[in-house]
């Protein structure tokens, strides 16, 4: 599994959107430290800190600001992953690589899945027959048996094991990220882990945690 970090923005605008409720915006001391392509960095200040804190207490209704703040990021995981993820559809938007259209670009490699010692011995069978069939679907699309090709091309799709590795470009808000950390901590998926892991890489991180 590989997260990288595209862009993460919307610190002022949450922070100003929190105190909207009570007219409090004089007790705002939060400022930006720096702004770039990809990342806006906000100094919270401890009165926003304090009041974010409580609402984030309060429960995921109260502390609405956490939904104005996003981050984008490229994912790779695997499809068994990326099923536990589709859970997520409320705060989660992500575009993936195409299986459909790149999958026969090239023969595939142990590297194209999440394997772990001791599972490559089958993993390779697995993928050896599957190249063996992309190879007689290439071969039939230049012939132009394109209804046989078809029919190879979904042997293949049902073949393709859970663990092929998959990129997609995700955005997620704060309270998002939130909600995953508190659901997903004590999951027996290992990626779970790492994209926790993740999470505390994040510019004021504490707004997931805390």
Known sequence: MKIETLQVS???PAIIAMRNPMDSWARSDTYMSYETDRISEAIIG??????SL?????????????RMIVVWANIVASRYWWIEADTYRMGMEKISCSTMHK?????LTIDDFEH???????????IEMIN?????YQELIKDSREEEAKKVWREIIQLLPQSYLQRRTVMMSYATLRNIVRQRQNHKLA???EFISWCKTLPNSWM???
């Open 103 to 107: 999958l026969m670009a090239r023969p």
């Open 10 to 12: 919307g610190f002022l």
């Open 54 to 66: 409580k609402l984030q207490n309060a429960g995921p209704e109260h502390c609405k600001h956490l």
């Open 132 to 136: 063996g069939r992309m190879k007689n």
């Open 208 to 210: 997931i945690f805390d």
């Open 116 to 126: 772990e010692n001791g599972n490559e011995l089958a993993l390779n069978r697995i």
């Open 191 to 193: 990626e779970w882990k």
């Open 46 to 51: 401890e009165k926003d800190r304090e009041l």
